[in-house]
């Protein structure tokens, strides 16, 4: 079974950084993707980066140009550098992992952003 574990949350003040990391283990393939959602209060959940096996990369338009995706594909692990940060950026923010030929998708358990003075 997959367990995806996720670090470097935390309270950042507006227009400070972040760096989320998430480490997969269990697969029996590696993936087709990895990546994060993120969730606010109130509102759905929404794709904020994913980067491919073959490194190509998308990212939500609310976070293009300030957020930037990487992985290690070797470890099955992603980061998430986040700079500009702004109160909406306040969520929980979910790992992903997609399963190459399926496309099923396991989540980690979240981790709480919040940004704020």
């Known amino acids: 079974q997959v367990q995806l574990v996720e670090s470097g949350g935390g309270l950042v003040q507006p227009g400070g950084s972040l760096r989320l990391s998430c480490s997969a283990s269990?697969?029996?393939?590696?993936?087709?993707?990895m990546g994060w959602y993120r969730q606010a209060p109130g509102k759905a959940r929404e794709l904020v980066a994913a980067?491919?096996?073959?490194?190509?990369?998308n990212y939500g338009a609310s976070v293009q140009g300030r957020f930037r995706i990487s992985g290690d594909n070797a470890k099955e692990t992603v980061y998430l550098q986040m700079n500009s940060l702004t109160p909406e950026d306040t969520a929980v923010y979910y790992c992903?992992?997609?399963?190459?030929?399926?496309?099923?998708?396991?989540w980690g358990r979240g981790t709480q952003v919040t940004v704020s003075s």
């Open positions: 992903h992992r997609v399963r190459a030929g399926t496309g099923h998708i396991d």
């Open positions: 269990g697969g029996s393939f590696s993936p087709y993707a």
């Open positions: 980067v491919r096996n073959d490194g190509t990369t």
